[in-house]
């Protein structure tokens, strides 16, 4: 699939290296059955407009998702490439393609699935109401923080997020797994809770909204209008600007960097205000907004159609 990002960090090379080198010593388990019944999802745990009413998810390390990998109620997804996952994924680590989390239509390729899509793969991989899913990728957080959204949005909130991915995980010289996992297919299902998204209309709104704050988390580049990425360069006019790479802390395998709040707080992006979260595709912003739901923010969205969207429209205002 093409890269929807234009910066991310380059590691999956490193990891495949590894698991060669580890080969010898890789285990693996298939994915618990659990509980395959019918189950409907309630979306009423998260609610963006009420903060006591938000579930507040939390990180995992790697030493402790070892420890852990044998309980029956963990379901572990992987967002990398096929060949990726193919090479080296952590053990009993179901696998999530990029492609699978985005809509995929021209121009703004990284809108939501339709329901259908979404019911297919996580059916696919087994997902149940009763199991608690670890979201991980190899490359810092955009994947897995798009998988978060994506289980905010189909009401599943009860997630962990491997602090770092794949990068910590070798780090911490812990094993991977070549051979692939079979999952039992579940019968779950879901409606849509469309509070974790925001839509071409509510970024428009917001634009004379002081309690609402619009991150673009691309380049400053891109955010300068200096480079072209969509018909029109530039930003949302008011949207403050913060990097999804300066959330990543390089000398910790790529977990999450300290003192994020402040860094936040210090750009006007704090919690009590309603935060909508941009990039390109709505894929390194799937870091942004999963950053956020860490730290407890109540009020953060996603503006999922992102510049791809409102860079393409002649209707929607610009600044340089």
Same mark, same amino acid.
């Given at each position: 699939?093409?890269?929807?990002?234009?910066?991310?960090?380059?590691?999956?090379?490193?990891?495949? #290296? /590894?698991?060669?080198?580890?080969?010898?010593?890789?285990?693996?388990?298939?994915?618990?059955?659990?509980?395959?019944?019918?189950?409907?999802?309630?979306?009423?745990?998260?609610?963006?407009?009420?903060?006591?009413?938000?579930?507040?998810?939390?990180?995992?390390?790697?030493?402790?998702?070892?420890?852990?990998?044998?309980?029956?109620?963990?379901?572990?997804?992987?967002? $990398?490439?096929?060949?990726?996952?193919?090479?080296?994924?952590?053990?009993? &680590?179901?696998?999530?393609?990029?492609?699978?989390?985005?809509?995929?239509?021209?121009?703004?390729?990284?809108?939501?699935?339709?329901?259908?899509?979404?019911?297919?793969?996580?059916?696919?991989? +087994?997902? #149940?109401?009763?199991?608690?899913?670890? #979201?991980?990728?190899?490359? *810092?957080?955009?994947?897995?923080?798009?998988?978060?959204? #994506?289980?905010?949005?189909?009401?599943?909130?009860?997630?962990?997020?491997?602090?770092?991915?794949?990068?910590?995980?070798? &780090?911490?010289?812990?094993?991977?797994?070549?051979?692939?996992?079979?999952?039992?297919?579940?019968?779950?299902?879901?409606?849509?809770?469309?509070?974790?998204?925001?839509?071409?209309?509510?970024?428009?709104? &917001?634009?004379?909204?002081?309690?609402?704050?619009?991150?673009?988390?691309?380049?400053?580049?891109?955010?300068? +209008?200096?480079? /072209?990425?969509?018909?029109?360069?530039?930003?949302?006019?008011?949207?403050?600007? @913060?990097?999804?790479?300066? %959330?990543?802390?390089?000398?910790?395998? @790529?977990?999450?960097? +300290?003192? @994020?709040?402040?860094?936040?707080?210090?750009? *006007?992006?704090?919690?009590?205000?309603?935060?909508?979260?941009?990039?390109?595709?709505?894929?390194?912003?799937? %870091? $942004?907004?999963?950053?956020?739901?860490?730290?407890?923010?109540?009020?953060?969205?996603?503006?999922?159609?992102?510049?791809?969207?409102?860079?393409?429209?002649?209707?929607?205002?610009?600044? /340089?």
């Amino acid at each position: 699939m093409p890269s929807t990002s234009t910066s991310r960090p380059v590691i999956s090379r490193s990891i495949q #290296t /590894r698991c060669v080198v580890i080969a010898s010593a890789l285990l693996s388990r298939p994915a618990h059955p659990g509980n395959r019944e019918g189950q409907h999802i309630s979306s009423a745990r998260h609610d963006p407009t009420r903060g006591s009413d938000v579930t507040t998810p939390a990180t995992i390390s790697p030493t402790a998702l070892h420890d852990r990998m044998q309980a029956e109620d963990l379901l572990v997804m992987q967002v $990398t490439s096929p060949q990726v996952y193919a090479q080296a994924h952590l053990p009993g &680590a179901v696998h999530v393609a990029p492609a699978d989390l985005i809509g995929g239509e021209p121009p703004a390729v990284g809108r939501l699935p339709p329901r259908d899509a979404l019911l297919a793969l996580f059916r696919r991989v +087994g997902l #149940t109401a009763d199991r608690t899913v670890v #979201t991980c990728d190899d490359e *810092g957080g955009g994947w897995a923080g798009r998988l978060a959204w #994506t289980l905010d949005v189909i009401g599943h909130t009860d997630w962990r997020y491997l602090d770092g991915g794949m990068h910590a995980w070798a &780090a911490a010289g812990l094993p991977f797994s070549d051979t692939p996992v079979e999952p039992v297919p579940s019968s779950l299902d879901f409606d849509l809770d469309p509070r974790p998204v925001a839509e071409l209309k509510d970024v428009l709104k &917001a634009l004379d909204m002081p309690d609402t704050v619009i991150w673009d988390c691309r380049s400053a580049e891109e955010y300068a +209008g200096l480079k /072209r990425t969509a018909a029109r360069n530039g930003h949302i006019p008011g949207a403050v600007h @913060l990097d999804w790479l300066d %959330l990543m802390d390089r000398e910790r395998g @790529l977990a999450l960097a +300290g003192n @994020l709040e402040v860094r936040l707080a210090a750009r *006007g992006i704090t919690r009590d205000r309603d935060v909508i979260t941009h990039c390109q595709t709505h894929h390194r912003s799937g %870091l $942004t907004y999963m950053a956020a739901r860490l730290l407890g923010y109540p009020r953060i969205r996603a503006y999922h159609g992102s510049w791809s969207e409102w860079g393409n429209r002649t209707d929607t205002p610009v600044e /340089r």
